[in-house]
């Protein structure tokens, strides 16, 4: 028991701190209400469009794009259909009435931004994102980078390629994100949680914790609950 | 009561309340970090190649299977050898012979099977085949009516193959299934195993955060104390 006791305090000397950090970034995580730091109520579902009465016949596609095409999907895009066409260069879109192509440039990310967006702010900046940063991780680039001026700093992110609103960032998600960051340890991308520091150190810290069990078989008297036993006893004696 | 009997006071009794679930978080937390994430979404039970060109001449246009119903999509693919479209978006999900126009939908129990063993990156042989008319738990969310299409091997590995489409809805096996078990202690929701915000979970990360600073408080004293008794000893 002595030798626990004396792993328990050099374990929480070394590991302490981490452990303590888990606690708090963990408690924060509780705290902070998931739907607001999703920002799912940011962005609204697209209007419904009735069902397209004119199409460019898919056969034409082929001439139009001019490569080899690994998929095609006709979709709405907020107020008309587009035909989404994938190819090994990317993905590319046209007006599944017109043919004309549809690009997304920052006028149109803007419109679409502001189509999706539910709240009191208005747009104060677009800004093309071709590099990876940490509001930015997982997503597909390039990306629109669509600001609001509201109170929790909304961002929306609209891809390049589709026009989607692929993302949504708020000072919610910001705050609830350096907790994040703290309890995976991964403080440069803030993205993965399966590496060899995480591992070595959770492998400590689950020792701490058990050997605290351990230790907490021999921590108690009688006397420590003396107030709940003798109490009890009395009841019993009446 | 001096002060490092009032901090080793309350480290146990802080220890004793939530000591337990300390060691639920810190081996759940080992199991989730130790088991690659890319290997608990079972990335590797399906085959990724890449999708081949298609033909677009001979095919009826997307516009005829269509409904009336607003906002629906129309995704053209290949689903064993033969280009079909894929109708999502409305009421009604289904899925269309892209050549004739023919509707597959509902797909049959062969049909499921052949799309999953089609998508099945390992050798094993299939063990059951099943429909469900409703997402069970471990795919909860998803829509249904669905094929539940299970492999032979240890781990269980399972696609679910839309009804609707023969799209490919989840991958489970048995490390994911571990994963989402130990996923249930590590955030104390035992009936949904996703409300991150649950009142239990609240209050018991800040009785951890008071026992692990309590601990902390502890240190001082535990190390000074041995210094002492060894000059003492001298």
Partial sequence: MLLIRTLHKWFGLILGLQFLLWTVSGAMMALLDHHKVSGEHTVRAPAPLAAPTRLVPIGELATVIGAPIQGVTLRPLNDRYVYEVKTAAGTSMLDAASGEPVVVDAAAARGLAAAAYVGEGRI??????????????????????????????????VAAATGDVVERRTDSWRLWDVFWMLHIMDYSSRASFNHPLIITVATGVAWLALSGVILLLRSFRRSDFAWALDGLERLRSR | MRWPALARNTHKWLGLVVGMQAVLWTFSGLYMTAVHLDIIHGDHLVRHAPSPPLDLADLVEPGAVMTAAPSQAVRLETQLGRPVYVVTGGPERALFDARTGDELSPLGQAAAEARAKALYAGAEAVKTVEHLSK???????????????????????????????GELVAKRHDLWRIFDFVWMFHIMDYQERENVNNTLLRVATWTAVASSASGAWLLIFSFRRRRRARKAAA
């Fill in chain 1, 124 to 157: 104060t900046a677009i800004e093309s994102v071709t590099k990876h940063g940490l509001e930015t991780r997982g997503l597909v680039l390039p990306l629109w980078k669509v600001s609001f001026n509201d109170a929790d700093n909304t961002t929306l992110y």
């Fill in chain 2, 135 to 165: 997402a069970p738990p471990e795919i909860r969310g998803r829509p249904a009516p669905l094929w539940r299409v299970e492999f032979q091997g240890w781990w269980r590995p399972t696609l679910y193959i839309s009804a609707q489409t």
